[in-house]
């Protein structure tokens, strides 16, 4: 496909048909007359061979093709919006925008809280929006890169995308403080016997998949999509749960749970703000990488070990 002989108007044009499934509406949202839109509709059958929209009764539906071209439109939509907003030139203190950034609630906790505080100090007109790392991020990691500004991620996760490292962290245990068979310690075959508390998915890290290397495979009782309830799920129970160890310590006071150092040398966290190549020497996005690099600095070496809250 050459797509210097294209419109790229008409990605506009298929997005509002699409959302819309109304002319008129669609025509609306864009700024085209009625007449105008027909017209896109029509030269967009004529290239996709294929109705997109069709009459059902007195409404238009999707056609299968439609639902699919649905999401891949807004996600060219979000791309080419992206390009052509970036800047040769930024200044923090003047400008005015959004960065979106995916983030796990352990990565908000521990590193976007002060990464927020010093970009409320530095650059007043910039607003940062967390959004929850999906389920899907391995599989379509090129996808969710390409409609954001940034993934924070550890190492050993994904790969073959550009990052920047912000600091470590460690992998310790959370037990209940009345469990009635582990106290201070675990071994190795508590890890195969007890049952586990798990976030999502939590094979994808490096730290689980090395108990896999050493025979060990977790008895998932619970799995949750969020690091913060670890603790309340791990409470009076006989559950176990792998937690980094700078989020242990912020949840502290919250359960009554004690923190266990693993029984075999676990492998270090170190987590990294991903991009995509697109954003590489866009002004205002090299200013966020070099601002959460800093900030990253400034959290010097991974947290000492201990063994209660």
């Given at each position: ?12 044009a ?11 509406r ?29 009459r059902?009764?007195g ?6 093709l ?18 052509f ?5 930024f ?7 959004e960065?979106?950034?995916v983030?796990?609630d ?52 994904i ?18 403080d009345?469990?009635?068979s ?12 007890l ?19 050493l ?5 998932v009782?619970?799995s949750v999509?969020?690091f ?10 006989q ?12 949840l ?10 693993p ?5 270090p ?9 697109v ?19 400034g ?8 063994t209660?809250?």
């Amino acid at each position: 496909m050459n797509l210097a002989r294209l419109d790229l108007n008409l990605v506009v044009a298929l997005r509002a048909l699409l959302e819309e499934r109304n002319v008129t509406r669609a025509g609306q949202r864009v700024g085209l007359s009625q007449p105008a839109m027909s017209a896109a509709l029509a030269r967009l059958r004529r290239h996709f061979d294929d109705d997109l929209l069709a009459r059902v009764g007195g409404h238009y539906e999707l056609t299968a093709l439609g639902q699919v071209l649905l999401a891949r439109t807004a996600t060219a939509y979000e791309v080419m919006e992206r390009l052509f907003a970036s800047q040769a030139a930024f200044d923090p203190v003047s400008e005015t925008r959004e960065f979106k950034i995916v983030a796990s609630d352990y990565a908000v906790a521990v590193f976007g809280a002060e990464l927020a505080r010093v970009v409320h100090e530095e650059a007043p007109g910039i607003r940062l929006r967390f959004t929850q790392t999906p389920t899907t991020v391995v599989d379509e990691t090129a996808t969710l890169l390409s409609t954001t500004d940034g993934l924070l991620m550890p190492h050993g996760v994904i790969s073959d995308f550009p990052a920047t490292d912000l600091y470590e962290d460690r992998w310790v245990f959370l037990v209940a403080d009345d469990h009635p068979s582990v106290g201070d310690r675990l071994t190795r075959e508590d890890l195969g016997r007890l049952p586990w508390v798990t976030y999502q998915r939590t094979y994808d890290a490096p730290a689980v998949r090395q108990l896999g290397m050493l025979g060990i495979e977790p008895r998932v009782e619970v799995s949750v999509d969020n690091f913060q309830l670890l603790p309340m799920l791990v409470e009076r129970t006989q559950r176990i749960t792998l937690i980094q160890a700078r989020l242990a310590r912020l949840l502290a006071p919250l359960a009554a749970v004690h923190v266990v150092e693993p029984p075999y040398e676990a492998v270090p966290l170190r987590e990294a703000l991903w991009w995509h190549p697109v954003h590489t020497h866009d002004a205002a996005h090299i200013w966020l990488r070099e601002t959460t690099a800093r900030v990253g600095r400034g959290m010097v070496g991974a947290p000492e070990a201990h063994t209660g809250f």
